[in-house]
């Protein structure tokens, strides 16, 4: 929405639809009415966006609606279906870890478990530290807006592992590398971290020294990250072969 001059009616509009499709996709998909408003708040002055209160009150209304659609199918279902036992603290971190780092797929369990968990570690730590970053060193430069949309995309997918956690838990760690989407989902987190990463690193490179920390951290952080990768998709390869191979 930065580089597409569209009016700012027809953008409110097309984030309205989009939400709204997200939300019948996946339940998660709510949480854009909430993330979209400070992409859209980014992209054009918040003065700009209240001008247009028709637009505004559709998108309000429409998300109004969805919320009350999804609460009304929520409860129209059967009651045990969605009973579950109560969780601990450890085993919500737990699920919510093993979501994070979920691109480890393809390693035999028991290692599997462990390595979601490490890699899910390390992704919270190389996000955070990211957007620290970021509004540190990029607030009010040109590269903000595109920080604030893939920082967005990055808290979308923390929340959604948080749903996700509370919501099937009970179907255990494993449930995470049979469920497909979860596993697709997973890789939008370190897409969005290494996004945040690089263009906080371009905006350090024409300020040094004054940020030489922050740009040898990154810089460090991206390199070991983009191995770990590597070693991952390694380490997946034999095992794709041969299921191709028993094909």
Request: glycine share 8%; aromatic share 10%; with cysteine.
């Amino acid at each position: 929405c930065a580089q597409i001059k569209l009016p700012v009616d027809a953008t409110i509009l097309i984030a309205a639809v989009a939400a709204a499709l997200a939300s019948c996709t996946l339940g998660s998909g709510m949480l854009l009415w909430g993330l979209l408003p400070v992409v859209l708040a980014t992209c054009t002055p918040w003065r700009e966006l209240l001008r247009h209160r028709i637009a505004i009150a559709v998108y309000g209304l429409s998300g109004l609606l969805m919320i009350i659609l999804y609460s009304y199918k929520f409860i129209d279902q059967r009651p045990e279906s969605f009973v579950t036992p109560p969780a601990t603290l450890r085993e919500l971190a737990s699920f919510f870890l093993a979501y994070t780092g979920n691109l480890v797929l393809g390693f035999p369990a028991p290692a599997l478990i462990s390595w979601e968990h490490a890699i899910g570690a390390i992704l919270l730590i190389f996000v955070g530290l990211s957007i620290v970053a970021a509004f540190k060193i990029c607030r009010g430069k040109p590269e903000w807006t595109a920080l604030v949309i893939w920082s967005c995309l990055a808290a979308y997918e923390l929340l959604s592992g948080g749903l996700v956690a509370l919501a099937r838990h009970s179907l255990g760690v494993g449930y995470l590398v049979e469920a497909s989407r979860y596993v697709l989902a997973s890789c939008f987190l370190p897409v969005a971290t290494l996004a945040i990463a690089t263009t906080v690193l371009r905006a350090c490179r024409y300020r040094l020294p004054d940020n030489v920390r922050w740009y040898s951290g990154l810089l460090g952080m991206v390199t070991a990250f983009l191995a770990i990768c590597l070693v991952i998709r390694a380490g997946q390869i034999p095992g794709n072969l041969e299921s191709f191979r028993r094909r």
